[in-house]
């Protein structure tokens, strides 16, 4: 295993139990590899349908089923061997820590975007008191799509968050059943997930659901497989030695979301979900990292998160321009380019001045009580 980085993740775990643990680094890099690739999705998919063959990046969207993946392995990695010794609830705080300090703030800057977006004609349609609910309900993950301009997105201020709703289930589901699961249980609980996933990606046509109201139990189906079979890929320590490295390693996770539509397009989606995505995630855990790399797939991994929680404010903003003054090819792949450059400015500006300063104010709350 190629075990390198204290993880940070753990600047919420308790002191005494999680901090020790490292990170495998170049899945960090290949977490952010995957969000910035979502970003870049999330503007095209204004200018284009997914499904139309229009979009370089049409199958963004699968980045999603990789974070599962890669939770899901992260987790057994971190906990397999403590949960027993921290509790249940030590663990619940744990991830509510590393966690739900961006679930807010990607809901007030939501919010924000919502009120003072310049470009959208119906800025004014929402009560006070309507829009303080639908406020609450994002910053708290309880999922409330009645926001009909939005697509009825599940959390219609930041609708990146449906993914974290289903990784908080996975974490209860987690602590609660999975920890407990021996490998034979385990494997049969992840092919009933695979069959599952094959069953939604068959009537939907694709795996782009979930984050819908009409779509909501799509997503549990992604990451029922996608969490499971990274912890199982991690228990069964199947780690593949190899010497892609980072770069090799992001060529081929970018390929999955730069593979064209065709007619039967579900069958790709699902194929590469149900095992090219674990392939990878068994790969990155067991290739080597050339040094002058590290330092990149550090940042790369640091800044996945907020990036991918605080995004999507400036896509709605984004979207409601392209919409009212249909910019050139042009200006839009500038717009998109210098967007995608900014909002990962922005992304390590929220973790220095924000996510990582809360994190250790609530750990260190945690530890004296």
């Not at 320590?237 to 892609?244: A, P, Q, V």
């Not at 990292?289 to 404010?313: D, E, Q, R, W």
Request: aromatic share 16%.
């Amino acid at each position: 295993m190629n075990k390198l980085q204290v993880d940070t993740d753990n600047l919420a775990a308790s002191p005494g139990i999680l901090k020790t643990k490292q990170h495998f680094v170049i899945l960090d890099g290949l977490r952010g590899v995957a969000a910035l690739a979502v970003v870049v999705f999330h503007f095209m998919e204004w200018v284009h349908p997914p499904d139309s063959g229009k979009i370089f990046i049409g199958h963004g969207f699968l980045a999603v089923d990789f974070f599962f993946c890669l939770s899901g392995f992260v987790i057994g990695y971190a906990y397999d061997d403590r949960l027993g010794k921290m509790g249940v609830m030590e663990f619940f705080k744990a991830r509510l820590i590393r966690l739900h300090p961006l679930v807010m703030l990607g809901a007030v800057l939501g919010l924000l975007a919502f009120i003072f977006d310049p470009f959208a004609a119906y800025t004014g349609a929402y009560g006070t008191g309507k829009l303080i609910l639908v406020f609450l309900c994002s910053a708290l993950l309880i999922p409330y799509p009645v926001m009909e301009e939005r697509g009825f997105n599940l959390f219609g201020l930041n609708a990146p968050s449906w993914s974290l709703f289903w990784e908080y289930v996975a974490n209860i589901a987690y602590a609660l059943i999975l920890y407990r699961l021996s490998r034979r249980y385990l494997t049969v609980l992840t092919i009933l997930a695979a069959l599952t996933l094959c069953f939604v990606g068959y009537r939907a046509g694709n795996l782009l659901g979930g984050w819908s109201g009409e779509t909501f139990w799509d997503g549990g189906a992604r990451i029922a497989y996608s969490f499971s079979a990274g912890l199982l890929i991690f228990r069964s320590n199947w780690i593949i030695k190899n010497r892609l490295g980072f770069i090799g390693l992001a060529i081929l996770l970018s390929l999955a979301f730069v593979m064209p539509y065709f007619k039967w397009n579900w069958v790709a989606e699902t194929l590469v979900v149900l095992f090219y995505f674990p392939l990878l995630v068994a790969l990155g855990a067991g290739s080597s990292l050339s040094p002058g790399l590290k330092k990149l797939c550090v940042f790369s991994g640091n800044i996945s998160y907020p990036l991918y929680m605080t995004h999507y404010a400036v896509i709605w903003i984004f979207g409601n321009y392209f919409l009212s003054s249909k910019p050139g090819t042009t200006e839009l792949y500038l717009i998109v380019s210098v967007g995608t450059v900014l909002l990962v400015g922005v992304a390590y500006v929220v973790m220095v001045v924000y996510d990582i300063p809360v994190r250790r104010y609530l750990s260190s709350k945690w530890r004296h009580q």
